[in-house]
């Protein structure tokens, strides 16, 4: 009998925040029903200087990795010399790194250095970071020009890829759905009892840290549109606003649109997630630029349809019409009108059953052939 191929993933993982964190995990528990696996993951992942919220969050272990070796120390040179010789020592026949933004520069580069011949294999989850800055393409191309293999997951991400690897060896793949969530198995109308929402209601999410770029204005900005053409639309906005809820809060008063929101403020504990992708009808990502976006494969998880914006990968996971819609950027009057569309159509259990018929093209089990393909 063939030995099992060893890999070696590394990437943050419980209790580690964040989509990456939880993909990490998935990722590994699908890997290692095929190969010999080692998870490595952040003794130390950012400074507190550098990132001043809170990084971990213990509340809830259904996403947690008991063989984690907490190894890497990502500002300690010394600990990249020894955590890259404990990794060689062990063989691996690939490594894989969860790459997501230039601040890892200086530890990938140095480990991937001192690997020597091993393989490696970069997990692009952004080629380039999302808030660009001077000499992140520099910074960049120095670490991935170190990879053998990589998987990206939308067109803008491997097109970014191929602008500094002209020959890079990649798989363009989709991101897998997030399943994890479901710890109760919560019904809509369980959902929305908890959250004290009517069964009448229509209900839209917005879900996720609120950046700049991922649109919400847009979204708030069809609010007015949506109340003339429906009755009972209400939008959540559950997600941490960081520094920058007052400009929203104002345009929420100059439209005229408060009895319409109800504002979740703040990092939400997986085990909160459930009830808010439960309660909701369809999921709203008004982004003006993207390169994908886990809160699309969260909402396929519930079996829930998704409003896009036509940006970076975000099309590449939207079948419009089946199991959601895409629309122009920067334009409420298209939110609003696919929104309307939706609940007057009564679109509901058809989007669910292509959602349903579209599962495998986004498992976990699809991105275990991706990588096996490279061993």
Request: proline content about 5%; charged content about 25%.
């Amino acid at each position: 009998m063939n030995e099992l191929k060893h890999i070696v993933l590394i990437g943050p993982v419980y209790p580690y925040k964040g989509g990456i964190s939880h993909y990490t995990g998935l990722m590994y528990r699908a890997l290692v029903k095929k190969f010999r696996v080692d998870m490595i993951s952040f003794k130390m992942q950012y400074p507190k200087f550098l990132f001043k919220k809170e990084q971990k969050d213990y509340s809830n272990d259904a996403f947690k990795i008991p063989e984690t070796d907490y190894m890497i120390n990502t500002a300690n040179p010394f600990n990249w010399i020894s955590s890259a010789r404990r990794i060689r020592k062990s063989k691996p026949d690939l490594v894989i790194f969860q790459w997501w933004h230039p601040y890892f520069v200086p530890c990938y580069w140095t480990v991937c250095k001192l690997l020597g011949k091993t393989k490696i294999l970069f997990l692009c989850h952004n080629v380039f970071p999302h808030e660009r800055f001077p000499l992140d393409r520099v910074l960049t191309k120095m670490v991935l020009k170190q990879g053998d293999y990589f998987i990206t997951q939308s067109g803008t991400d491997t097109e970014d890829l191929l602008s500094i690897k002209k020959d890079a060896e990649y798989i363009r793949a989709v991101l897998p759905t997030y399943n994890a969530f479901k710890f109760q198995n919560m019904s809509k109308e369980e959902a929305r009892k908890i959250l004290k929402l009517n069964e009448s209601e229509k209900i839209l999410l917005f879900f996720g840290f609120v950046r700049e770029y991922k649109g919400l204005k847009h979204l708030l900005n069809a609010l007015p549109v949506l109340k003339e053409a429906l009755t009972e639309v209400k939008l959540l906005v559950v997600g941490d606003f960081g520094g920058d809820k007052e400009e929203y809060t104002e345009l929420i008063q100059r439209l005229g649109i408060s009895e319409m929101l109800e504002v979740h403020d703040g990092y939400i504990p997986d085990k909160e997630v459930e009830k808010y992708f439960a309660a909701c009808d369809l999921v709203v990502l008004p982004y003006e630029s993207a390169t994908q976006s886990a809160v699309v494969q969260v909402a396929y998880g519930f079996e829930k349809p998704v409003v896009v914006t036509a940006v970076g990968g975000l099309p590449d996971v939207v079948i419009n019409g089946k199991t959601g819609y895409i629309v122009k950027p920067k334009d409420p009057e298209a939110l609003a009108s696919v929104i309307t569309q939706y609940f007057t159509e009564k679109k509901e259990q058809e989007f669910k059953g292509y959602i349903q018929e579209e599962a495998y093209k986004y498992s976990w089990d699809r991105m275990t052939e991706h990588v096996g393909k490279f061993l």
